[in-house]
C-alpha cells in the first residue's frame, strides 16, 4: 500500500481546524467601507452647507400647525371660479406640450439611433440636442419663453415639450437600438425601402415602448405644468401663486386639493389606458 503524501499530524490538523466561510474579500469589504465613508462625509458636509438654524427647525411643528389652521376650512366655493378654468388650461397645457414634444423628440430618436443611422457625427448632434433639453429644469424653460412670448398658457406649453424632447427622444432612441435585426435583414434582402422597413421592421417592435413613453410623460407633465404658473405660464399654478402673495389660505387648501386630485385621476387614467394600449 503506497504511504500517504501527508503526516498522520498534519492531516488532523487540517481535519481539526474549522473553515470560516466570509461573503466578501477584504477588499471587497475596503472599499465598501471607503464607499460609507464617503457617503457619511458627503452628507455631513452637505449638512453644514445648508445651514439648518435649530431654532426655525425647533419651531417648525408650531408653524404647520399655524398653517394648517388657516387653510381649513377650505374656501370650496372658489373651486367654481377660479380653479376650474385654471386646472383645464393646466390639462391642456400638459397634454398640447406631450403631443408637441413627441412630433419634435420622434426625429431626434431615430437621428440617435445607431442602427438607423449610421453616423457618428448625425448621433453625436441628436444626443447633444437630447442631452440639452433634459439638462434644464422645466420651470427654467418656462422662464425663458415667458420672456420671449409673455406670461401665459403658450409659454407654459412651450416649455413641458423642449423639457420632454430629451425624455422622449433618449427613451425611444434605446428602444430603437434594442430591436431584433431579424426582421429588418428579411424586408432588406426583399428590398424594401427605408420607410418600409421603419413600418413593418422597428415600429411593430418599439409600438409598446413608444406608448409606454407617452402615457408617462404624460403622467410627468401633468405634474410638472401644475407649478409653471408660479413663474408666469399659465395654468393652475398661477390661482396658486395669486392666493400665496395675498395670504388666502383658505384659497391655497382648495387649489392644493384639486392639484392632488388631478394627478390622481391622470395615474388612474395613464394604468387604465396602458391596460388596453399595450
Known sequence: ?????????????????????????????????????????????SVQSVEVIPEF????????????????????????GTVHDALTETIHIATLGTLLALILAVPVGVLAARNLVPSTPVNLVAKLILVSSRSVNSLVWALLFVGIFGPGALAGTLAIAFRSVGFVGKLFGEALEEAQPGPLEALTAAGAPWLSRMSFGYWPQV????????LFRWDINVRESAVLGLVGAGG????????????????VAVILAAIFAVVIIAELVVTQVRKRVI
Open 1 to 45: 500500500m503506497a504511504a500517504s503524501l501527508f503526516p498522520p499530524a498534519a492531516t488532523s490538523a487540517a481535519l481539526a481546524a474549522p473553515r470560516i466561510w466570509r461573503r466578501l474579500s477584504q477588499a471587497q469589504r475596503l472599499a465598501r467601507f471607503a464607499v460609507y465613508l464617503v457617503i457619511v462625509a458627503a452628507i455631513a458636509l
Open 57 to 80: 427647525l425647533a419651531d417648525a411643528p408650531e408653524q404647520v400647525l399655524d398653517l394648517l389652521t388657516r387653510m381649513w376650512p377650505p374656501d370650496w366655493p372658489h373651486y367654481r
Open 207 to 214: 409600438k409598446p415602448a413608444f406608448w409606454s413613453i407617452a
Open 236 to 251: 393652475i399654478g398661477m390661482a396658486l401663486d395669486t392666493a400665496l402673495n395675498l395670504f388666502q389660505w383658505d384659497r
